[in-house]
C-alpha cells in the first residue's frame, strides 16, 4: 500500500505540475488574446478617426488649385483661408494633418497644420521618398487609397492615415495624411498588460490550489489509466503512419462523471478521427504521386518530341525560304515552294501549341507586350491561313471596320496565335461554302477591345460537345473529324491567352450547318490613327503587302546635314548596317563599338565646348557593359542637363525582348528592332534628331538636294543586276539601304569579315560559355536579317533562344549546321564580291596622298568626324600600289571611333 501510495503521489504531482502549466499557457493565450484585442481596436479607432479628418479636409482643398500652387509659389487669399480650415480640423489631439503631391523623387507639400512646430513645411517643399518605405511609395504612386502605416519614427510611435483627393478630371491631384501620436496609448497599453497578468496569475495560482486539494480523489487514478493508455498509443503509432495504436485507449474505462470522463471519451473520438485522417490521407497521396509521375513523363514527351520535329523541320522552312528568295523561281513552281513554306511555319505552330499548353500547366506562361501595326497582323494571318483552302469550294470574306486602330499595344505573336487558331479552325472544319471573319474594336480609356467573329458553313458541333472544345488534348466527334490535322490543343491555348488578356471567348453552333467563334481582347490604346478606306480595301483584296513594299521604295528623307547621331555596337557589322541606313539623311554618323566608349563621349560632350550629339543609338546586348548598363550610368552618373535628355534609342535583334514599357523605364526614349525597318527608323529619326525650326534658320531643302549625278542604286550601277548568292535575298537586302548599292556592298564585305570568324567560334558550346554564345547569336541574327540572308538569320535566332533557355543539347545539334551554313555563305559571297571588286576597280596611284593623310591626322586630332570622313571617302576613290592595307586599316579604325589610335600611327610616319 506504502508503495501504491508513493506511485499515486508521484503521478499527483506530476499532473499538477502539468496542470498548472496548462493553466499558466492558457492564461497567457487569454492574457495575449485580450491585449490583441485591445491593441486592434485603439488602432482601429485612430485609423477610422483619420480617414474622417482626412476626407473633412479633402473638402475644404481646391485639388484643380493644386498644381497652380505647387508651380508659382503664391501664398494667396485662397490658400491661406484652405490652411486656417486646415488648422481648425487638426484640433488638439492630432499630432499633423498636412496635404501632399507625390512625384517620382518624393512629396511635394502643399499644407503643414502643425501649429505647434517651431519650423512647419513650406509650400512645395520635397520631401524625398523614405527607401525603407518601399510599398507605401508604390502605393502613393500608383494612385488610389494607401494602407495605414504604424510604426517607430523620429516623431515617436505614430499611425499615418493617407487619403487621395482627386482633380475635377478624376486625376489624383495629392493625398491628405493625418498622424496621431501613440505614446499615451502605449502606456495604457503597458497598464492594461500589467493588469491583466495579475490576474491570470492570480488565477493560476487559485486553481492550482484547489486542484491539489481534490487530486487525490478525483485525478490520480484516471490519469494513471489515460497514462498508461497514452504510452501503449505513442510506442504503436511510431511503428508506423498507416493507423494509431488504439485498442488501449479505445478500450480503456472511465466513470468519474466529470471532465475526465469527457476527455476519455474525447480522446476515443480523436483516436477514431486520426484513423479515418490516416485512411484518407494515404490514399491522396497515393493518387498524387501518380498524377506527378504522370506530369513528368509529359512534359518529358512534349519537349523531346518538340525537338526531334524542330530538326527537319526547320529544314524544310529554311530551304523554302532560300528558294523563295530566288529570281528563278517563278509562277507555279513559286506558288507551290510558298505553299510548301506557309505549311512548315503551320507544323511549327503545331509544335509550338504543345510547348504552349505545356508551359500554361506549370504557371510558367507570361505575355511580352510592344506596339504593333493591325494591318500588317491581319495580312499576315489571312495569308497564311488562305492557303487551307486549297480546291475547296470555300468563300472567304473579310470585315474589318475601318476605323480600327492602326498601331497598338500587346503580344502580337499571342494575338495573331489567336486569329490563326480560329481562323484555322473555320478552314479545316468547312468543305464548302462560305468563311467570314469580322474585326472591330472599341476605344476604352486607355484600352483598346478588340472583338473578332469567325463564322463558317462547316460541319458544327454537337450541343453535348460544346462544353469540352475547350479541354486540353481533345477534339470532339472524332469519327467525323478523324481526316482532320491538329492536336485539340488550339482552342484551349486560345482560351487561356484570351484570358491572359483580360478577354473572353465564345461559342454558337448548329451541327451541321456552321459554327460562330467569337472572341473578346484587350490592347493597350496608342494614338487615334485608324486604319482608313484605302488600306482596308488592300487588306480586303489581299494586296496589302506590296503596298507596305511601296511605302519603302517611295520615302522621301529629310535633309538633316547639321545632325550628329552616334552609333554604338559591339559588331562591326551592325555599325555599318546603321550607318548606310542613316546615311541618305545626309547626317554626320559616329560609331563606337562598347558601351563604356559611349559613356565616355557622353561625358566629354556634358563639359562646356564637348561635341553633343543630337541622338544616340545603342545595342542593348553588349559584352561587358550592356546598353541598359551604359543607360543608367549616362542618366545619373554624369552631371549636366546633357547627359540627362539626349534621346537614346534602343537598338534590338530580339523581337521578345522588343518590349517598349522595359525600354522608356530604363532611360531609353524608343526601341528600334533589327533588322532595322526604315520606315520604323524614318519615324525615328523626325521625332527625335530633326529640327524643323534649325531648318527653317538655315534654309534647307525638306529632301536630300539632287547632285546632279546618276541615283546610287544596285539597278543603275548594275552591282547586282543579274547576280545572286544562295542564301542571301539581294532585293531585301538593298531595300534596307534605299537601293544603294554600293553602301549595300561595303555592308556585305563587313558581314564577310564578321562570318569568316565564326565557325570555330560556334561548333561547340559548354554551360560556362552559354551567355557568350547567345551574345554572338544575337549579333549574328541582327546581321543576317539586316543583309537578307534570311535562313542564317532564322537558325540563329533559334539558337540564341535555345541558348537562353539552357538547352545544350539542341545547340551543339544545330551549330554544326549554322557552321557549315556560314563556310559555304562566306565562300559565296567572297567569290561573289571578288568578281564584283575585278568589274568596278578603281584607279590605281603609287601611294596615298600625303596630303589626304595629313587632313586624317588633323581631323583625329581635332575630334573631327565629318572631316575624317571627307577626307577617307577621297583616299578610298583610289587603290594603291604600295600603303593600300594603311587605308583599310584606317577606315576600319574610323568606323569605330578609334581616334588615338589613328593619330598615333599617323603621327610616326
Given at each position: 500500500?506504502?508503495?501504491?501510495?508513493?506511485?499515486?503521489?508521484?503521478?499527483?504531482?506530476?499532473?499538477?505540475?502539468?496542470?498548472?502549466?496548462?493553466?499558466?499557457?492558457?492564461?497567457?493565450?487569454?492574457?495575449?488574446?485580450?491585449?490583441?484585442?485591445?491593441?486592434?481596436?485603439?488602432?482601429?479607432?485612430?485609423?477610422?478617426?483619420?480617414?474622417?479628418?482626412?476626407?473633412?479636409?479633402?473638402?475644404?482643398?481646391?485639388?484643380?488649385?493644386?498644381?497652380?500652387?505647387?508651380?508659382?509659389?503664391?501664398?494667396?487669399?485662397?490658400?491661406?483661408?484652405?490652411?486656417?480650415?486646415?488648422?481648425?480640423?487638426?484640433?488638439?489631439?492630432?499630432?499633423?494633418?498636412?496635404?501632399?503631391?507625390?512625384?517620382?523623387?518624393?512629396?511635394?507639400?502643399?499644407?503643414?497644420?502643425?501649429?505647434?512646430?517651431?519650423?512647419?513645411?513650406?509650400?512645395?517643399?520635397?520631401?524625398?521618398?523614405?527607401?525603407?518605405?518601399?510599398?507605401?511609395?508604390?502605393?502613393?504612386?500608383?494612385?488610389?487609397?494607401?494602407?495605414?502605416?504604424?510604426?517607430?519614427?523620429?516623431?515617436?510611435?505614430?499611425?499615418?492615415?493617407?487619403?487621395?483627393?482627386?482633380?475635377?478630371?478624376?486625376?489624383?491631384?495629392?493625398?491628405?495624411?493625418?498622424?496621431?501620436?501613440?505614446?499615451?496609448?502605449?502606456?495604457?497599453?503597458?497598464?492594461?498588460?500589467?493588469?491583466?497578468?495579475?490576474?491570470?496569475?492570480?488565477?493560476?495560482?487559485?486553481?492550482?490550489?484547489?486542484?491539489?486539494?481534490?487530486?487525490?480523489?478525483?485525478?490520480?487514478?484516471?490519469?494513471?489509466?489515460?497514462?498508461?493508455?497514452?504510452?501503449?498509443?505513442?510506442?504503436?503509432?511510431?511503428?508506423?503512419?498507416?493507423?494509431?495504436?488504439?485498442?488501449?485507449?479505445?478500450?480503456?474505462?472511465?466513470?468519474?462523471?466529470?471532465?475526465?470522463?469527457?476527455?476519455?471519451?474525447?480522446?476515443?473520438?480523436?483516436?477514431?478521427?486520426?484513423?479515418?485522417?490516416?485512411?484518407?490521407?494515404?490514399?491522396?497521396?497515393?493518387?498524387?504521386?501518380?498524377?506527378?509521375?504522370?506530369?513528368?513523363?509529359?512534359?518529358?514527351?512534349?519537349?523531346?518530341?518538340?525537338?526531334?520535329?524542330?530538326?527537319?523541320?526547320?529544314?524544310?522552312?529554311?530551304?523554302?525560304?532560300?528558294?523563295?528568295?530566288?529570281?528563278?523561281?517563278?509562277?507555279?513552281?513559286?506558288?507551290?515552294?510558298?505553299?510548301?513554306?506557309?505549311?512548315?511555319?503551320?507544323?511549327?505552330?503545331?509544335?509550338?501549341?504543345?510547348?504552349?499548353?505545356?508551359?500554361?500547366?506549370?504557371?510558367?506562361?507570361?505575355?511580352?507586350?510592344?506596339?504593333?501595326?493591325?494591318?500588317?497582323?491581319?495580312?499576315?494571318?489571312?495569308?497564311?491561313?488562305?492557303?487551307?483552302?486549297?480546291?475547296?469550294?470555300?468563300?472567304?470574306?473579310?470585315?474589318?471596320?475601318?476605323?480600327?486602330?492602326?498601331?497598338?499595344?500587346?503580344?502580337?505573336?499571342?494575338?495573331?496565335?489567336?486569329?490563326?487558331?480560329?481562323?484555322?479552325?473555320?478552314?479545316?472544319?468547312?468543305?464548302?461554302?462560305?468563311?467570314?471573319?469580322?474585326?472591330?474594336?472599341?476605344?476604352?480609356?486607355?484600352?483598346?477591345?478588340?472583338?473578332?467573329?469567325?463564322?463558317?458553313?462547316?460541319?458544327?458541333?454537337?450541343?453535348?460537345?460544346?462544353?469540352?472544345?475547350?479541354?486540353?488534348?481533345?477534339?470532339?466527334?472524332?469519327?467525323?473529324?478523324?481526316?482532320?490535322?491538329?492536336?485539340?490543343?488550339?482552342?484551349?491555348?486560345?482560351?487561356?491567352?484570351?484570358?491572359?488578356?483580360?478577354?473572353?471567348?465564345?461559342?454558337?453552333?448548329?451541327?451541321?450547318?456552321?459554327?460562330?467563334?467569337?472572341?473578346?481582347?484587350?490592347?493597350?490604346?496608342?494614338?487615334?490613327?485608324?486604319?482608313?478606306?484605302?488600306?482596308?480595301?488592300?487588306?480586303?483584296?489581299?494586296?496589302?503587302?506590296?503596298?507596305?513594299r511601296s511605302k519603302k521604295i517611295n520615302l522621301v528623307r529629310a535633309y538633316l546635314p547639321y545632325a550628329h547621331v552616334l552609333v554604338v555596337d559591339d559588331v562591326?557589322?551592325?555599325?555599318?548596317?546603321?550607318?548606310?541606313?542613316?546615311?541618305?539623311?545626309?547626317?554626320?554618323?559616329?560609331?563606337?563599338?562598347?558601351?563604356?566608349?559611349?559613356?565616355?563621349?557622353?561625358?566629354?560632350?556634358?563639359?562646356?565646348?564637348?561635341?553633343?550629339?543630337?541622338?544616340?543609338?545603342?545595342?542593348?546586348?553588349?559584352?561587358?557593359?550592356?546598353?541598359?548598363?551604359?543607360?543608367?550610368?549616362?542618366?545619373?552618373?554624369?552631371?549636366?542637363?546633357?547627359?540627362?535628355?539626349?534621346?537614346?534609342?534602343?537598338?534590338?535583334?530580339?523581337?521578345?525582348?522588343?518590349?517598349?514599357?522595359?525600354?522608356?523605364?530604363?532611360?531609353?526614349?524608343?526601341?528600334?528592332?533589327?533588322?532595322?525597318?526604315?520606315?520604323?527608323?524614318?519615324?525615328?529619326?523626325?521625332?527625335?534628331?530633326?529640327?524643323?525650326?534649325?531648318?527653317?534658320?538655315?534654309?534647307?531643302?525638306?529632301?536630300?538636294?539632287?547632285?546632279?549625278?546618276?541615283?546610287?542604286?544596285?539597278?543603275?550601277?548594275?552591282?547586282?543586276?543579274?547576280?545572286?548568292?544562295?542564301?542571301?535575298?539581294?532585293?531585301?537586302?538593298?531595300?534596307?539601304?534605299?537601293?544603294?548599292?554600293?553602301?549595300?556592298?561595303?555592308?556585305?564585305?563587313?558581314?564577310?569579315?564578321?562570318?569568316?570568324?565564326?565557325?570555330?567560334?560556334?561548333?561547340?558550346?559548354?554551360?560556362?560559355?552559354?551567355?557568350?554564345?547567345?551574345?554572338?547569336?544575337?549579333?549574328?541574327?541582327?546581321?543576317?536579317?539586316?543583309?537578307?540572308?534570311?535562313?542564317?538569320?532564322?537558325?540563329?535566332?533559334?539558337?540564341?533562344?535555345?541558348?537562353?533557355?539552357?538547352?545544350?543539347?539542341?545547340?551543339?545539334?544545330?551549330?554544326?549546321?549554322?557552321?557549315?551554313?556560314?563556310?559555304?555563305?562566306?565562300?559565296?559571297?567572297?567569290?561573289?564580291?571578288?568578281?564584283?571588286?575585278?568589274?568596278?576597280?578603281?584607279?590605281?596611284?603609287?601611294?596615298?596622298?600625303?596630303?589626304?593623310?595629313?587632313?586624317?591626322?588633323?581631323?583625329?586630332?581635332?575630334?573631327?568626324?565629318?572631316?575624317?570622313?571627307?577626307?577617307?571617302?577621297?583616299?578610298?576613290?583610289?587603290?594603291?600600289?604600295?600603303?593600300?592595307?594603311?587605308?583599310?586599316?584606317?577606315?576600319?579604325?574610323?568606323?569605330?571611333?578609334?581616334?588615338?589610335?589613328?593619330?598615333?600611327?599617323?603621327?610616326?610616319?
Amino acid at each position: 500500500m506504502a508503495r501504491e501510495g508513493k506511485i499515486n503521489r508521484s503521478v499527483g504531482l506530476r499532473l499538477t505540475v502539468l496542470i498548472i502549466l496548462m493553466i499558466a499557457a492558457i492564461s497567457g493565450v487569454m492574457m495575449i488574446t485580450g491585449y490583441s484585442i485591445f491593441k486592434n481596436s485603439t488602432e482601429q479607432y485612430y485609423i477610422e478617426m483619420g480617414e474622417m479628418l482626412a476626407n473633412i479636409a479633402i473638402r475644404v482643398i481646391d485639388a484643380d488649385a493644386v498644381d497652380s500652387w505647387l508651380e508659382t509659389r503664391t501664398i494667396d487669399e485662397a490658400y491661406k483661408n484652405t490652411m486656417h480650415l486646415l488648422q481648425n480640423i487638426r484640433g488638439n489631439k492630432v499630432k499633423n494633418l498636412y496635404a501632399y503631391q507625390a512625384g517620382d523623387d518624393g512629396s511635394y507639400f502643399l499644407f503643414d497644420a502643425a501649429l505647434d512646430d517651431e519650423d512647419p513645411l513650406e509650400l512645395g517643399y520635397l520631401d524625398p521618398f523614405d527607401p525603407n518605405y518601399p510599398e507605401f511609395r508604390r502605393q502613393v504612386l500608383a494612385g488610389g487609397k494607401v494602407d495605414p502605416v504604424i510604426g517607430m519614427t523620429e516623431y515617436g510611435w505614430i499611425i499615418n492615415v493617407n487619403v487621395p483627393f482627386y482633380g475635377s478630371d478624376g486625376s489624383t491631384k495629392g493625398y491628405v495624411g493625418v498622424d496621431f501620436s501613440m505614446d499615451t496609448v502605449m502606456a495604457e497599453r503597458m497598464a492594461y498588460l500589467r493588469n491583466l497578468a495579475i490576474i491570470m496569475l492570480t488565477i493560476t495560482a487559485a486553481l492550482a490550489a484547489l486542484y491539489l486539494f481534490i487530486i487525490r480523489k478525483t485525478i490520480i487514478l484516471p490519469v494513471d489509466i489515460m497514462a498508461k493508455a497514452a504510452d501503449s498509443f505513442l510506442v504503436k503509432e511510431a511503428a508506423g503512419r498507416e493507423s494509431v495504436g488504439s485498442s488501449d485507449i479505445l478500450s480503456m474505462e472511465i466513470n468519474t462523471n466529470d471532465e475526465l470522463q469527457s476527455l476519455a471519451e474525447a480522446m476515443k473520438s480523436m483516436v477514431r478521427k486520426i484513423n479515418e485522417y490516416l485512411a484518407n490521407l494515404n490514399i491522396a497521396t497515393k493518387n498524387a504521386l501518380q498524377s506527378e509521375n504522370a506530369n513528368i513523363a509529359k512534359g518529358e514527351f512534349l519537349s523531346k518530341m518538340s525537338h526531334e520535329m524542330r530538326t527537319p523541320l526547320n529544314a524544310i522552312i529554311g530551304l523554302s525560304e532560300l528558294e523563295l528568295g530566288s529570281e528563278e523561281l517563278q509562277g507555279d513552281s513559286y506558288n507551290n515552294v510558298e505553299k510548301i513554306y506557309v505549311s512548315g511555319m503551320t507544323l511549327l505552330g503545331i509544335i509550338n501549341d504543345i510547348l504552349d499548353i505545356s508551359k500554361i500547366e506549370s504557371g510558367k506562361f507570361t505575355l511580352a507586350p510592344a506596339n504593333y501595326e493591325l494591318p500588317s497582323l491581319i495580312n499576315d494571318t489571312v495569308t497564311q491561313n488562305m492557303v487551307r483552302i486549297g480546291s475547296r469550294p470555300v468563300e472567304f470574306k473579310l470585315h474589318i471596320d475601318e476605323t480600327l486602330p492602326f498601331c497598338v499595344n500587346g503580344d502580337e505573336l499571342r494575338v495573331r496565335q489567336i486569329f490563326n487558331n480560329l481562323l484555322s479552325n473555320a478552314f479545316k472544319y468547312t468543305q464548302e461554302g462560305s468563311v467570314d471573319w469580322y474585326l472591330s474594336g472599341e476605344i476604352d480609356g486607355d484600352s483598346v477591345w478588340l472583338t473578332s467573329r469567325v463564322q463558317d458553313t462547316g460541319i458544327g458541333i454537337r450541343k453535348e460537345d460544346i462544353k469540352r472544345l475547350f479541354t486540353d488534348y481533345n477534339q470532339v466527334d472524332l469519327e467525323s473529324n478523324r481526316r482532320i490535322e491538329g492536336t485539340g490543343l488550339g482552342l484551349s491555348i486560345t482560351k487561356n491567352l484570351v484570358e491572359l488578356m483580360d478577354g473572353e471567348i465564345s461559342v454558337e453552333s448548329v451541327y451541321e450547318k456552321g459554327s460562330v467563334f467569337s472572341i473578346r481582347i484587350r490592347q493597350r490604346y496608342i494614338n487615334d490613327m485608324v486604319i482608313g478606306g484605302e488600306i482596308l480595301r488592300n487588306l480586303s483584296e489581299f494586296h496589302y503587302t506590296a503596298d507596305r513594299r511601296s511605302k519603302k521604295i517611295n520615302l522621301v528623307r529629310a535633309y538633316l546635314p547639321y545632325a550628329h547621331v552616334l552609333v554604338v555596337d559591339d559588331v562591326q557589322t551592325n555599325l555599318d548596317v546603321a550607318k548606310g541606313m542613316m546615311k541618305p539623311y545626309g547626317m554626320i554618323v559616329d560609331c563606337v563599338n562598347s558601351g563604356q566608349k559611349a559613356i565616355d563621349i557622353i561625358r566629354e560632350g556634358s563639359r562646356e565646348g564637348g561635341k553633343k550629339y543630337n541622338a544616340v543609338f545603342m545595342d542593348h546586348m553588349m559584352p561587358e557593359i550592356d546598353g541598359f548598363e551604359a543607360v543608367r550610368i549616362i542618366r545619373n552618373e554624369i552631371a549636366g542637363e546633357y547627359a540627362k535628355t539626349v534621346p537614346i534609342i534602343a537598338l534590338t535583334a530580339n523581337a521578345i525582348l522588343g518590349n517598349e514599357e522595359r525600354f522608356l523605364k530604363n532611360g531609353f526614349q524608343a526601341f528600334l528592332s533589327k533588322p532595322i525597318d526604315i520606315i520604323r527608323l524614318d519615324k525615328i529619326i523626325n521625332q527625335y534628331v530633326r529640327d524643323r525650326k534649325l531648318e527653317r534658320e538655315l534654309a534647307l531643302p525638306e529632301k536630300i538636294p539632287d547632285s546632279g549625278g546618276e541615283p546610287r542604286t544596285g539597278t543603275a550601277d548594275g552591282l547586282f543586276e543579274g547576280k545572286t548568292v544562295a542564301g542571301i535575298d539581294f532585293s531585301t537586302g538593298l531595300s534596307r539601304f534605299s537601293n544603294d548599292g554600293e553602301t549595300y556592298l561595303d555592308i556585305l564585305n563587313s558581314y564577310l569579315s564578321q562570318i569568316r570568324a565564326a565557325p570555330d567560334k560556334i561548333r561547340t558550346c559548354t554551360a560556362a560559355g552559354i551567355q557568350d554564345y547567345r551574345t554572338l547569336m544575337h549579333s549574328l541574327k541582327g546581321t543576317s536579317y539586316a543583309i537578307g540572308a534570311k535562313a542564317i538569320g532564322k537558325l540563329t535566332e533559334e539558337l540564341e533562344y535555345a541558348a537562353a533557355d539552357g538547352d545544350l543539347a539542341f545547340i551543339n545539334i544545330r551549330s554544326r549546321e549554322l557552321a557549315e551554313s556560314l563556310e559555304k555563305l562566306g565562300q559565296s559571297l567572297a567569290d561573289f564580291l571578288e568578281t564584283t571588286k575585278i568589274e568596278n576597280r578603281k584607279p590605281v596611284q603609287s601611294a596615298p596622298d600625303p596630303a589626304l593623310l595629313a587632313k586624317v591626322l588633323e581631323a583625329s586630332i581635332r575630334y573631327d568626324m565629318g572631316q575624317l570622313d571627307a577626307a577617307m571617302e577621297e583616299l578610298e576613290q583610289y587603290d594603291y600600289e604600295t600603303q593600300s592595307d594603311l587605308i583599310e586599316w584606317l577606315r576600319k579604325q574610323a568606323d569605330k571611333s578609334e581616334l588615338d589610335r589613328i593619330r598615333d600611327r599617323l603621327s610616326k610616319k
